[in-house]
């Protein structure tokens, strides 16, 4: 009956025959890390400007509905307070929905360009991983074959 070690030692007998280039795999890392980071940089930036529109629409409304709650002297002017700040909250929706717009407008830019930069990279350094592989593959087929026909 074998034992374990017997198997382990085979297993890595066999594994060291193929050669695997572990700085691939730490490129792809690193490529995958450095467009994360330029993805969240994009979001991050689209958050902030986002609540920076938020922030400025919400005390530009407050602006305003604080001259429809003064006191009037006459029931009328109540209700052009009521449609003066109807109207300027309608305006101010507007520009916003505008400004929000940009942002995703932006954003969806830029995303696709990090999809496309992200594409031609992770394209080229498969390329660069296959070419490699091939040549060590290539060299060790070439020495086995030469050292069976020494035999």
């Not at 109540?78 to 929000?100: I, P, Q």
């Amino acid at each position: 009956m074998t034992n374990a070690n017997d198997f382990t030692k085979v297993m890595q007998d066999m594994m060291a025959k193929f050669p695997v280039d572990a700085s691939a795999f730490q490129n792809a890392f690193k490529t995958q890390a450095a467009f994360g980071e330029k993805l969240s940089k994009v979001a991050l930036e689209a958050a902030e400007k986002s609540t920076e529109i938020s922030s400025k629409w919400a005390k530009e409304t407050i602006s305003k509905l604080s001259g429809a709650a003064k006191a009037k002297s006459e029931p009328a002017d109540y209700s052009k307070a009521v449609t003066d700040f109807a109207s300027a909250a309608a305006e101010l929706a507007s520009e916003n929905l505008a400004a929000f717009a940009e942002v995703a407008k932006k954003v969806q830019m830029e995303t696709v360009e990090l999809m496309l930069a992200a594409g031609k990279d992770v394209s080229a350094e498969a390329s660069a991983v296959v070419k490699k592989a091939t040549d060590e593959v290539s060299a060790a087929t070439k020495k086995a074959t030469a050292a069976t026909a020494a035999k």
